[in-house]
């Protein structure tokens, strides 16, 4: 990847530890309530159909077919009704509570700092996320990612979300370079994937699923470390 000197970084479940630290949030929440009792559910199971339900709702809000307001309570709404709990009020306590308490943890995941360590200096790095501006700028600060990052590219400051071309133009921009020289690394297919190869740059796509190998521009990780070889 010698043309390369720009790289783009997604922050959720690429960086930043979501599903540790969202759950670790959640556990909270369900346990100073009495969901346990009033949906039947133990906290593995509700967890698994929140994250559904959660996953079905970001990626309809990346395509803009609902707003942020309703993706921020209905994920906790739909996860009660799911066990024939109807209860809008706690479900809006929750979406508070939780975006209170989760930015605020601190796991990252496996080789993030090893690798950004090796990678700055040598590139310059930027975050593009579609995540809620009020919080990725706290979890930045307190999981120590910030220093790494010239451009901090957020999906709601500009108005388009991943995988929309005009984000990934818009961070190009920013970043005063052209497409040969950006790479997009990131863990959502859609998202960071497909936004990235549409608008021309390179894409480095972290997960354990195979990939369709003829795509040309397109590389697989399954740890961060794996970048220390590539760049
Ligand atoms: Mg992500």
């Known amino acids: 990847m010698k043309h390369i000197k720009h790289i783009f970084f997604d922050l959720d479940n690429t960086l930043w530890d979501f599903e540790k630290n969202s759950r670790e949030a ?3 929440l369900f346990n100073e309530s009495d969901i346990s ?13 929140y994250e559904k339900i959660n996953h079905h709702l970001w990626h309809q809000y990346s395509l803009k ?14 996860s009660f009704k799911h066990y024939q709990y109807n209860n809008i009020e706690l479900a809006k306590q929750w979406a508070d509570e939780y975006l209170k308490i989760s930015p605020y943890k601190t796991h990252l995941i496996e080789g993030s700092i090893e690798t950004l360590d090796y990678l700055q200096g040598k590139y310059t790095l930027h975050l593009i996320t579609n995540g809620f501006k009020e919080v990725q700028h706290i979890k930045l600060d307190c ?8 451009h901090l590219i957020i999906s ?23 497409k040969n020289e950006c790479v997009m690394i990131g863990d959502n297919y859609e998202a960071d ?39």
């Open 143 to 150: 999981c120590g990612l910030k220093p790494y990052f010239n």
């Open 26 to 28: 959640l556990l909270h």
């Open 156 to 178: 709601e400051d500009h108005g388009y979300n991943k995988p929309d071309i005009k984000l990934f133009e818009i961070a190009q921009s920013l970043a005063n370079t052209n």
């Open 193 to 231: 994937i497909i936004g990235a190869l549409n608008a021309g740059w390179d894409a480095i796509f972290l997960s354990s699923s195979p990939i369709d190998n003829s795509i040309e521009k397109l590389t697989r990780i399954e740890k961060l470390i794996e970048l220390k070889d590539l760049f």
């Open 37 to 49: 009792i009033l949906c039947d559910v133990s906290f593995e199971n509700f967890i698994a159909t």
């Open 65 to 78: 077919q609902i707003v942020k307001e309703e993706l921020r309570y209905q994920r906790f709404h739909q």
